[in-house]
């Protein structure tokens, strides 16, 4: 009776009702950004007086958002393939692997998921202070793998539990090369896995804060850098404007998500 | 070029997993031990960075304010997320979707974008001031920001899915027969919710209330962004020990204490439900 | 032209440099004024000379030290706080500045010393959003302290710095010839009497954020903020009566990697022009004596510079010596 919905008599309208609630509250601040990111209050006075399209206009005539989104862009891509090659690889090991401790290898690949980020950002900066990695490219790479490798990993074995290792050594049989196999047949069979792995691996890269707060240099700093810093030193609406077309890729990865999944299930 | 890591078909497979392993050892283990071990090596060699964490009233507040928090967190989400988790498990697909996909985008969205909508929202003059005002529930603009209120706000916003998501997934693989044979036996609605669904979700309400609670402990962005300079969190006491103060011993300490705790939690996890599929 | 123009030249030029080029950073607090710095003190620097300005920030002492004490120094030129500078010289973290490039004899004598010179100075003056007082409007300290007759939140700079611990005592009635030895426990009393309703600014975009949205009606505020609010056409209301007059200085961490480039780049900064610029575009004051005569009289007179008679000065030399203890204390009574 509680799992069937048509049966629950007047608590399906506690339960709708604490949805739509919930529903309205996660929306909320997503269209208030939007309709702040048009307001034409300098100091953010909702609603505003008038609408303007001025905070785009300063976004894309201030050359330093643009490199912060390149940077984020580029650092977030090549974490993205490092990601889903190691993440690959080591799944291959934790998954088809004959070695003693595979568990406990697995427990020890996790460990940067589940440890407060806060932690990781402040070791890697006390690091990279002494070999001078802070502020590069290399830096904010190695730092954001070590947080994405994780979800890459658990994407990919996850996939690879449920493949069938015996239609590889079938293909082995008819004369390919294990690596061939793996890669004509396995991969594709897998492929999910490994786009999962590689959208959240991008995400991770391109939306985190508080590593790239440590590692951030003049030269070199990515979006979510200067949202910060322009959060705390110049409450300007551009930030509105900036987190509006962050919301706008959101919502196109996600329907290219869900158009891929459909593709897929036909 | 890829030789050396092809093992026989059926060897070890230990080779393929050395590039990730000397990855986390380098950027990872390293670092992280070479911090801690400042904790009892700056300023000078000893426990006086965790006597005075442990001794002072201004540390032991901070500590208080992160688990306040991170427990007041905890206790909202689940609140909330029991019962959408619930709808969720037993509504039309098509509904369904249109809740997942609500859930995904805000997940799925800049935290900071979040964050610092949050923050206009939630100022004096901001528009949840000024609702609760014009329908009358106050008279006064409420203290919204600046303090732990705002901050307990902005993050069960961000947690509510890492709730929402675990529980769904347990709800969802529950035998309805289960609750028919409930039903059939004479146990009212309530009674049912109490004796069997609320101890057949227990595993997914306490995978995730541990993961709420664990990333709310050593949260940094929402804090810093919502909350008052008279109560600050466990995450912006070390990021201001390090990067303000220079006091790499103390930082180092504050971050060994969140560590311990944190992984004190997954054990604790990891024992009562070991076996239990979840 | 623009700012934003400029910045994109920079940028530009930043990226088509060759190697042997030279390139400095300078870092400073961020925001509007090292918006204005950029565009009046380091472009035409830049195309004076050829070297490239890198922008970085926002200060940080603490990241400052770290990198002295590593031997990793990279910030050129900062912009600090007059006090912190005149205590970092004495702690051996600035490298001495080098007079033979940069012209003592224009400066205001107030702003100088081995390791800094002044960057511009600004006053903490009273502010209010007359919306929200229709009936009296506040007029002096002591009114910022009166929640009865003026109610509502107060904002002031969140750090321990020259300003607010000053006001507090002259709001209690110590004279201005008197305050310093400052008498700390008199002036937390004071505080402590309006401490719940105090909300922190840590930076000028946010105090102007704070009064213009009635966040904070009435409180303590950097004049320029004030004046850039009144330049947007919000309605502001000023008092100049006891504005309390700080600097901020131009110093040169120990082991900067560009120290000539950074010599010249403070040379060029303070000079007449610059600074004229610079106060006109933030409504700062200059600290070239020389610049006064390079603006307009109007503009002149929106300046802390014509505030001398109700003006009081922090005694920064008292502040390098204290500002530890002065500090340990503030963040402790703020936590509390």
Known sequence: ?266 | MLSFLMPARRGSGLGMALPALVLLLAFFVVPVTLLLTRSVTEPQPGLQNYETLLGSATYLRVFGNTFLVSGTVTLVTALIAFPVAWLLAITTPRLAGILFGIILLSMWTNLLARTYAWMVLLQQTGLINRMLMAVGVIDQPLQLTNNLIGVTIGMVYIMLPFMILPLYGVIRKIDPAILQAAALCGASKGQALRRVLLPLAAPGIASGALMVFVMSLGYFVTPALLGGTSNMMLAELIVQQVQSLVNWGMGAAAAFILLVVTLILYALQLRLFAGRGV | MTLKALAALTLISALAVPAHAQQMVFTSWGGTTQDAQTEHWAAPFSEATGTTVVQDGPTDYGKIRAMVEAGATNWDVVDVEYDWALQAGEAGLLEPLDFDIIDRDVLDPRFVSDHAVGSFYYSFVLGWNPAQFPDAQPATLADLFDTEAFPGNRTFYKWSAPGVIEAALLADGVAAGDLYPLDLDRAFAKLDMIKGDIIWWEGGAQSQQLLASGEAPVGLFWNGRLAALEAEGMPVGISWDQNITAADALVVPKGAPNRDAAMAFIAAATGAQPQADFAAATGYAPINTGSADLMEADLRATLPDAQTAVQVNADMAYWAANRDEIGNRWYAWQAE
Not at chain 1, 44 to 56: D, E, K, N
Not at chain 1, 119 to 130: E, H, T
Not at chain 1, 154 to 160: K, P, Q, S, V, Y
């Open chain 1, 1 to 266: 009776m509680l799992m069937n919905f048509d049966k629950l008599g007047t608590w399906r309208w506690v339960l709708a009702g604490i949805a739509v609630l919930m529903a309205l509250f996660l929306l909320l601040p997503i269209v208030f950004i939007v309709a702040l990111s048009f307001g034409d209050s300098r100091w953010l006075i909702f609603p505003p007086p008038g609408w303007t399209m001025r905070w785009y206009h300063e976004l894309f005539a201030d050359p330093r958002w643009l490199q912060s989104a390149w940077t984020s862009a580029r650092i977030a891509v090549v974490v993205m393939v490092l990601s889903v090659i190691l993440g690959l690889l080591a799944s291959f090991a934790l998954v088809r692997g004959q070695f003693r401790g595979r568990a406990v290898l697995r427990a020890f690949f996790l460990t940067p998921m589940i440890l407060p980020v806060v932690i990781i950002a402040v070791a890697l900066y006390a690091f990279f202070l002494r070999i001078g990695l802070n502020g590069t490219f290399t830096g904010f790479v190695a730092a954001h793998l070590i947080v994405a490798l994780p979800f890459s990993i658990i994407a990919i074995t996850g996939a690879l539990k449920t493949f069938d290792p015996a239609i590889e050594d079938a293909a082995i049989l008819c004369g390919a090369h294990p690596w061939e196999a793996r890669a004509r047949v396995t991969l594709p069979a897998i492929s999910h896995g490994v786009f999962s792995a590689a959208i959240f691996s991008f995400l991770i890269s391109w939306d985190e804060v508080v590593l790239a707060i440590f590692m951030a240099s003049p030269t070199l700093q990515t979006l979510p850098v200067r949202v910060w810093t322009t959060l705390r030193q110049d409450l300007t609406p551009v930030i509105a404007a900036a987190s509006t077309l962050l919301v706008l890729l959101t919502v196109v990865l996600m329907i290219v998500a869900a158009l891929i999944r459909k593709g897929k299930s036909r």
